[in-house]
């Protein structure tokens, strides 16, 4: 899940692509490249270990600033551990075709052995090289560069999003996409193609969403081809508008994404239900389902498929859904999803829920049930994402771009989402409507002033930041929150950290439970809080730190736990949402005691776009 652009212009085009690569960097941080034709047509290579910007701090050539057409990279390895060889672009030999690619090349070893067998010499580990090398190879016997590179493509076997740039034909970049992402900006005077519009908001906000088994052409006078490579048929595409700017795709004033992200959730959730939440009609308006609203009304299964943090929310909505709607849900883990062999019924629907509509994983578990006639629901943040041009209908979760590599406000977003089709598919019928709907409509306020404790969070986990292992607890609804708890202090403060069902505890995982091993615990007010409390007990038996997430007004938890932090009063559905604030909040503040890469934890990368 690397990122890649390129830019063509009339004018210089260094510095937007640096911007570019800059904003990508989420995708991938462990190396990074470009390449850039100079005045007389000759094509040159930088690359470098690391962040964009050492990449920066390294380029010695005097001819980029200059450059009309240049292509780059940030990676985030698959094959070969992140070298100067290994990081992109990749040359043919006689370093006239150059490219750039994010995803994986499964059948490179294959190619690789065919192209040795050709003469050519490979000097890196990746599978990616075999792109230029087999280009060149049909350059050899086609007409002309164009040719070659969809002969090329054809042979190609996996996931990718890849761009060329090459010295035989200086007026044109060429890029292709089978599964993952690609966008073209149409611009003032250029045409950047890249992986993420992130990149390209800064200089466009006309974009053409790329699909599958495209090959795009686009060419110095600012016109571009796109033509479906497998049947050669040319295609169209409309020019969409981003719905956001560049400022809310910066870090403004805080010191880094995630927390202005976190600062973001109040404003999450009012844009999540604007629109769509009606109080004083106490109805639910759910455009993006009333194309499918005839066949919601039978559908009596309900499979929520995502991974990570989107996985929790979607936890989260099959406690809610089921209490709501009465229709059995059950969420499963995407990549498990795609190789199980289960029954469907054409009465099932399937929700995936993701941030950046690219995950790999997820869109697998969309094309697994594709011939099944089941109904794909989405919901989704990324307007225009894969995912969304994959479902039948779908929900999106505008919570706006979200940079940080731990998803924070996407999962406010995609919880109460799920929370309004719940309450959509009970089409009134349960008791819990109504106290639901005005409680959306208080609830940023709740967030805003859980967020005021910021200072309290901070001080907590200046107290907790060097214990290297962490427990996350709760029943109910505040299980998933906990699980969330537990991945952002993994993904952020790298401390081990498992989220259990409190009542499991007792079941194994209490054997860890010492002096060395807090535990926070959501004891949110809840019919089954006292359950909650004998779990706090059994781990205070055993001498284990308690920091307690509990409804303000709750003196009892002061003698159960060592640390509490309250949350205003809530409904036994939304309180342990603010509780997953402050796990987020705490994570947050730990990594930064321990001077870590906040927004790019090591080893991870925002949208995992290969399987
Ligand atoms: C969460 O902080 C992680 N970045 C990761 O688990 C993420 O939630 C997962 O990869 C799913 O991503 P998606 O929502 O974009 O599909």
Not at 147 to 154: C, G, K, P, T
Not at 306 to 335: D, K, N, R, W
């Amino acid at each position: 899940m690397c990122g890649i652009v390129g830019i063509l212009g009339r004018g210089p085009v260094a510095d937007q692509l640096v911007d570019s690569l800059k904003r990508l960097e989420y995708r991938g941080y462990d190396s990074a490249g470009l390449a850039y034709l100079d005045g007389s047509n000759t094509l040159h290579l930088d690359k470098q270990v690391g962040r964009v910007q050492a990449l920066i701090d390294e380029i010695g050539g005097d001819q980029l600033p200059t450059s009309t057409s240049a292509i780059g990279h940030t990676r985030w390895a698959t094959h070969g551990t992140p070298t100067i060889a290994n990081a992109h672009p990749h040359t043919n030999t006689d370093k006239t075709i150059m490219a750039v690619h994010n995803g994986i090349i499964e059948n490179y070893v294959e190619l690789r052995e065919h192209l040795q067998r050709q003469g050519y010499q490979f000097v890196t580990e990746t599978d990616t090289e075999v792109i230029p090398h087999l280009i060149d190879f049909y350059t050899r016997t086609s007409q002309n560069f164009s040719e070659a590179f969809e002969q090329a493509l054809n042979q190609l076997r996996g996931a990718y999003a890849i761009l060329a740039i090459t010295s035989k034909d200086p007026d044109a970049l060429y890029a292709a996409r089978l599964s993952s992402p690609m966008v073209v900006g149409v611009g003032e005077g250029e045409l950047i193609v890249a992986s993420d519009p992130a990149a390209i908001l800064e200089h466009t906000k006309q974009v053409v969403y790329i699909n599958d088994y495209e090959f795009v052409c686009v060419r110095r006078d600012g016109t571009y081809d796109i033509k479906n490579f497998k049947d050669a048929r040319p295609v169209n595409h409309e020019v969409e508008t981003l719905d956001y700017d560049a400022a809310q795709a910066s870090m403004g004033d805080f010191p880094h994404f995630m927390l202005k992200e976190i600062h973001e959730i109040p404003q999450t959730i009012r844009s999540a239900t604007l629109g769509r939440v009606r109080v004083e009609s106490g109805t639910v308006k759910l455009g993006g389902l009333e194309s499918v609203a005839e066949q919601l009304k039978y559908i009596d299964r309900i499979v929520i498929v995502a991974c990570g943090t989107a996985s929790y929310a979607g936890l989260y909505g099959e406690y809610l859904i089921e209490e709501l709607a009465g229709i059995p849900v059950e969420v499963q883990q995407a990549s498990e999803f795609k190789y199980r062999k289960e029954p469907f019924s054409r009465s099932t629907a399937l929700i995936a829920v993701s941030q950046s509509g690219e995950t790999a994983d997820t869109i697998a578990a969309l094309k697994k049930v594709e011939d099944y006639g089941v109904l794909r629901l989405g919901v989704v943040n990324a307007v225009g994402s894969t995912m969304t041009r994959m479902t039948d209908a779908g929900v999106y979760c505008h919570a706006g771009p979200e940079q940080a590599v731990a998803s924070t406000k996407a999962f406010f977003a995609q919880s109460i989402v799920l929370m309004l089709i719940g309450l959509y598919l009970s089409n009134g019928q349960t008791d819990l409507y109504k106290p639901l709907l005005e409680e959306l409509n208080v609830l940023p306020q709740k967030a805003e002033q859980v967020l005021a404790q910021a200072e309290q969070i901070k001080a907590l986990a200046q107290k907790y930041k060097d214990y290297e292992d962490f427990m996350y607890i709760g029943r109910g609804y505040a299980f998933p929150c906990a699980l969330e708890g537990a991945l952002k202090h993994k993904e952020c403060a790298l401390v081990h950290s498992e989220g259990y069902p409190a009542g499991e505890l007792k079941h194994g995982p209490l054997a860890l439970i010492d002096e060395r091993f807090p535990t926070f615990a959501v004891a949110t007010d809840s019919a089954i809080l006292d359950k909650t409390y004998g779990s706090i007990e059994e781990i205070r038996a055993r001498k284990g730190p308690v920091i307690a997430i509990a409804t303000e007004g709750n003196e009892e938890i002061t003698h159960l736990a060592d640390d509490v932090i309250y949350v205003p009063h809530a409904t036994e559905q939304t309180a342990p949402l603010l509780a997953a604030i402050v796990m987020q909040l705490f994570s947050y503040y730990v990594a930064v005691e321990k001077d870590l890469s906040v927004d790019r934890p090591r080893n991870l990368a925002k949208s995992v776009t290969v399987e």
